[in-house]
């Protein structure tokens, strides 16, 4: 079975500052990735996701992620965050073939960016 | 498209108390999946289905009943609440689950 490891449970950064939250996966084949970000009182939404391709991904609001998979890593990273980026950022995987096509969250990280 | 609703939003229950958690949507996915949040631990998936009448267990089965009769429904069943279900849970569909999910507003229970 896959596993996601966040190793930042919480992060705290002042505005315009660069972000990096870290993202480890464990599976004998191969997966697809996905960022999730959940603001203060609401649901989940999906900020970046990788198949295949080019392993650096653009997402939304300016974050993007790269897929190192020699180190089975998916780190989200933003040039300079905003107040407004205060949320709670899941990582997740789900493997390609098999698994029926379950969603694995890791643990979260809380961000807190202060002005 | 409305997405992926959850009622209620809120709900408190007396332990022992029994529950179903609504979960519709309105896309077309075959892919349904319930979650729960808790904090410290993200989500943890309790069931998901793959097609109307195909359900199975996720990682934290215990306690909870699910059915998939319609493509559209996905309801979460608590048979006899108990205080370590309290959390907030999360409804989430997909066309294809390899290709990610759509979550609901959720529904946060506590049970005293």
């Known amino acids: 079975a896959q596993s996601v490891s966040q190793h930042n449970h919480h992060v705290i950064l002042s505005e315009a500052a660069s972000l990096e939250l870290g993202c480890n996966y464990s599976?004998?084949?191969?997966?697809?990735l996905f960022w999730y970000v959940q603001y203060p009182g609401q649901h989940l939404q999906l900020l970046l996701k990788?198949?295949?391709?080019?392993?650096l991904v653009k997402g939304i609001k300016g974050f993007e992620a790269e897929f190192i998979k020699s180190k089975f890593s998916f780190n989200l990273r933003k040039p300079s965050v905003q107040w407004s980026d205060t949320a709670e950022y899941f990582c997740?995987?789900?493997?390609?073939?098999?698994?029926?096509?379950?969603?694995?969250f890791g643990t979260g990280t809380q961000l807190k960016v202060e002005l | 498209n409305a997405g992926v609703t959850q009622t209620p939003k809120f709900q408190v229950l007396k332990t022992g108390q029994s529950m179903t958690l609504q979960c519709a949507q309105d896309?077309?996915?075959?892919?349904m999946s319930w979650y729960r949040q808790d904090p410290g631990m993200g989500l943890r998936l309790i069931h998901y289905s793959v097609g109307a009448g195909i359900t199975d267990q996720g990682e934290v089965p215990n306690g909870y009943n699910v059915s998939r009769s319609t493509t559209e429904d996905f309801p979460l069943r608590l048979l006899s609440a108990a205080p370590s279900q309290t959390s907030v849970y999360f409804c989430?569909?997909?066309?294809?689950?390899?290709?990610?999910?759509?979550f609901g507003s959720g529904t946060r229970l506590t049970v005293v």
């Open positions: 990788y198949f295949s391709g080019d392993p």
């Open positions: 896309m077309n996915h075959e892919y």
């Open positions: 989430a569909s997909s066309e294809q689950g390899i290709y990610g999910y759509t």
């Open positions: 997740a995987v789900t493997p390609k073939t098999g698994g029926g096509n379950k969603l694995t």
């Open positions: 599976y004998g084949g191969t997966v697809n």
